[in-house]
Nanobody, 126 residues
Framework: QVQLVESGGGLVQPGGSLRLSCAAF????????IGWFRQAPGKEREGVSC?????????TDADSVKDRFTISRDNTRNVVYLQMNSLKPEDTAVYYC??????????????????WGQGTQVTVSS
């Protein structure tokens, strides 16, 4: 059974940092493209960053995310991370990770990912 579990969300002040984790159970992340997505209240889900099975990375240009967020993977732990620095109130959302079997592909269209985690809440507020 394929399962993804996100963790690491919480309440943080503006300017703070969080590291989200996406742990895989039942399969090896090593052969999958992994994407991080977020959905704020009243807004559509949007792609944040992805990493391919060959560690190619693509991060959205929106909201200066590319300058603040870093995606990485640890295949020995079967985990993908999203390091988020200089957090802003507009980063508040539920963050989801998603997986899709792939050798080289990486993208930020949620329709391209077939396995999803349950999400972790990130709230940036003073």
């Amino acid at each position: 059974q394929v399962q993804l579990v996100e963790s690491g969300g919480g309440l943080v002040q503006p300017g703070g940092s969080l590291r989200l984790s996406c742990a895989a159970f039942g399969f090896s992340l090593e052969y999958y493209a992994i994407g991080w997505f977020r959905q704020a209240p009243g807004k559509e889900r949007e792609g944040v960053s992805c990493i391919s099975s060959e560690d190619a990375v693509y991060t959205t240009d929106a909201d200066s995310v590319k300058d603040r967020f870093t995606i990485s993977r640890d295949n020995t732990r079967n985990v993908v991370y999203l390091q988020m620095n200089s957090l802003k109130p507009e980063d508040t959302a539920v963050y989801y990770c998603a997986a899709e079997f792939s050798s080289t592909w990486c993208g930020l269209d949620s329709a391209d990912f077939s396995s999803w985690g349950q999400g972790t809440q990130v709230t940036v507020s003073s």
